[in-house]
């Protein structure tokens, strides 16, 4: 066992959550274990009693009881997966804004942000190639589809990585998708109001649209349509909830182009210029800067999606957005 010991919080701590400020230093213990650590007192902050969601600030002293030896060591991991330079080079080229705080990348359709069974290539192991000037690896904040392309945001420290979960779990941080449905919603602009849940089924989890899920908004206007048969629709999630967009337009009766997996056969159009993928854009971010003021970051259309709307004869949105543009 380890004796008493108190730790200052770092400068590059500020705004971390203490389980996550635990988890960096005593990978070891469990979340349950720090839990019934914190219900007992044997855990504190300048001597005060804590939860696990507070909020750190720099130079606090974190108490930290007996522990045992294991708990500062974490899982056994996994050996780095072998990145080749092509691969490196190739998601270097794809990054839209670059900052000592965040990055912006363009993620392409088809790579997934994390790695799974069967999967040698996906973002989580290319982070090693865009560390850039800083002293370590940035960091995922939030996620996309696998399917899904567009911008995609990176912290490039610890105290960045805080201060940006706080912006999307405050909604001060706004994201504009693009998408193609299949029909054109009615009305041509409104909100979509379906709590979604995880449901396991023959072919693997999926979400759907009842009562007893967790809440997920969206907002969307249709910005072209073409006839009855298709629409270039914006839309804007209040809510981050696992195939929120996917869920939602499909449960109006217009699923996104492409989406078999919500939509089913009622996803796809037959045209030979049509690819058989999602058409699903994460078109631009918005976000407050650590040093104050606003960032804006728009990625382009990736080649299937802009197929599309040659086809379909959508004359698409402006090359650059405003502050209007995340609203409806």
Not at 39 to 65: F, W, Y
Not at 81 to 89: G, R
Not at 165 to 170: G, I, S, T
Not at 201 to 206: A, L, S, T
Request: hydrophobic residues 45%; contains cysteine.
């Amino acid at each position: 066992m380890t004796a008493v010991r108190t730790m200052r919080v770092a400068d590059d701590e500020a705004a971390l959550r203490l389980d996550r400020w635990f988890r960096r230093h005593f990978p070891g213990v469990t979340h349950g274990r720090l839990e019934k650590l914190l219900r007992t007192g044997q855990v504190r902050i300048d001597g005060r009693r804590a939860k696990s969601n507070h909020r750190l600030e720099a130079g606090q002293m974190v108490r930290v009881p007996p522990l045992d030896s294991d708990a500062e060591a974490g899982p056994v991991r996994a050996a780095p997966i072998e990145i080749d330079e092509h691969e490196a080079a190739a998601i270097r080229a794809r990054v839209l804004h670059r900052d000592r705080d965040c990055l912006v990348i363009d993620k392409p359709a088809g790579l997934p942000v994390q790695g799974g069974p069967g999967i040698r290539v996906h973002l989580d192991a290319l982070l090693d190639a865009l560390e850039f000037d800083a002293d370590e690896r940035p960091r995922l904040v939030h996620r996309l589809d696998r399917d899904t392309s567009g911008v995609l945001v990176l912290a490039r420290h610890a105290r960045a990585a805080a201060f940006m979960a706080e912006a999307f779990r405050r909604r001060t941080a706004r994201k504009l998708y693009w998408a193609i449905t299949v029909g054109v919603p009615v009305p041509s602009a409104g909100r979509i109001d379906a709590p979604l849940e995880k449901l396991a089924g023959p072919q693997g989890e999926r979400m759907v649209a009842g009562e007893g899920g967790q809440s997920a908004i969206t907002d969307y206007r249709v910005l072209d349509r073409a006839a009855t048969a298709a629409a270039f629709v914006k839309l804007l999630p209040h809510t981050g909830r696992t195939h929120q967009l996917r869920v939602h337009c499909a449960a109006i009766g217009t699923p996104i182009l492409g989406d078999g997996k919500y939509g089913g056969a009622a996803a796809h159009i037959s045209g030979g210029e049509i690819a058989a993928q999602l058409h699903l854009h994460a078109r631009a971010i918005e976000l407050p800067k650590m040093d104050g003021g606003v960032l804006r970051v728009v990625a382009p259309l990736p080649p299937h999606i802009r197929d599309a709307f040659r086809f379909f004869g959508f004359e698409g949105g402006p090359a650059r957005v405003r502050a209007e543009d995340f609203e409806i």
